[in-house]
């Protein structure tokens, strides 16, 4: 299926630069010093203290991920290559796509010695952290697929980066009092309900609502779209 050839091709690639180590050492540091901070501040076993930073954990490192998976193609050139091959622009996409998504997978089962931490010295709620590591890997999906759309726009993988982390940081801002506070009351819901902070909070406290999952699916499906558009002017600037 060349969907998965091409997903492998790019899998080697991201796990045979120094890029997705870097990634992984950081945010898997970053994950286990948030969660044994906040493990003898509680001293609950109670895993929504860490899923409460994990959407800015995201925010910054995913995008690091995405960077480069078509920025780097277009300064080097090797775009033109792909567009040779027999398949169409939808698996070329879908296959980068899936790639970081089974790049996403493997770092969320690198945090898994947390919540085996919490079980083995208290009460976890299973159900919760099962929802959250669901949240997780949506709102993980949607920043791929954002950040991958991004990468398509520029050569500069550095553009690339930045361009996506304040964008996502600003549609996490939409939900928090610094920006509702000094909304008119009839959109601060509007707002709440187009950051994907809202979205993920609902789903870290246990909760799978079908309206989160769409959302979540929803912006991926977007932000692809995007994405297919994009390599249809193939003529890259």
Partial sequence: MPILILAKKDLGELFG???AYV???VFLFVSFWLFFSSLWLYGQADTRPYFGQLPLLFLLL??????????EEKRLGTHEILFTLPVGDVSLLLGKWLATLVFLAVVLLATLPMPITLA???DLDVGATIASY???FLMGAAFLAFGLFM???TRNQIVAFLVSVLSLFMLYLLAQPVVTDFLPDRF???????SFATHFESMARGVIDSRDVIYFLGLSGL???LNYLSLQGRKWA
């Fill in 120 to 122: 083995s010295l208290g």
């Fill in 23 to 25: 990634f992984m050492s």
């Fill in 223 to 225: 932000f692809l779209y």
């Fill in 188 to 194: 601060v819901p509007v707002a709440q309900t187009l």
């Fill in 62 to 71: 995913l995008p690091a991920v995405t960077m480069g998976r078509w920025s």
């Fill in 134 to 136: 669901i949240g997780a």
């Fill in 151 to 153: 990468s398509s726009l």
């Fill in 17 to 19: 630069s120094s890029i």
